[in-house]
């Protein structure tokens, strides 16, 4: 079992910077995949990034590349989501999610746990 908890969100201006973390326990870390995904009001869960175990392969949705990033700290079980130049529509709950394995996973259904989520509002 693997117990996940977000950290971080808030209110941003847009164009502001949020770093959102990811804690982890109960198992060793470094050996999941860990996901990022948000959810908007009526709308679905959707990908934005992910890191695979050791860190050596990171996936960035599109509609972020060039303003997120993704890192991992195995030695805190702490996977890290760095959000730059933020923007209205980024506003959503952020959700963070692990999974066994050394792949690149995007799909809700392909994580089997899930933290509670963070709040995320950008302001204009």
């Known amino acids: 079992?693997?117990?996940l908890v977000e950290s971080g969100g808030g209110l941003v201006q847009a164009g502001g910077s949020l770093?959102?973390?990811?804690?982890a326990s109960g198992r060793?870390?470094?050996s999941y995949t860990?996901?990022?995904f948000r959810q908007a009001p009526e709308k679905e869960r959707?990908?934005?990034a992910a890191i695979s175990w050791q860190g050596g392969r990171t996936v960035i949705t599109d509609s972020?590349?060039?303003r997120f990033t993704i890192?991992?700290?195995d030695?805190?079980?702490t996977v890290y989501l760095q959000m730059n130049t933020m923007k209205t529509e980024d506003s959503a709950v952020y959700y963070c999610a692990a999974r066994g394995g050394s792949g690149i996973y995007a799909r809700t259904t392909e994580y089997g746990y899930w933290g509670q989520g963070t709040q995320v509002t950008v302001s204009s």
């Open 1 to 3: 079992q693997v117990q």
């Open 19 to 23: 770093r959102l973390s990811c804690e």
């Open 28 to 30: 060793t870390f470094s």
């Open 34 to 36: 860990v996901g990022w």
């Open 46 to 48: 959707e990908f934005v």
């Open 64 to 66: 972020v590349k060039g």
């Open 71 to 73: 890192a991992r700290h």
């Open 75 to 77: 030695a805190k079980n």
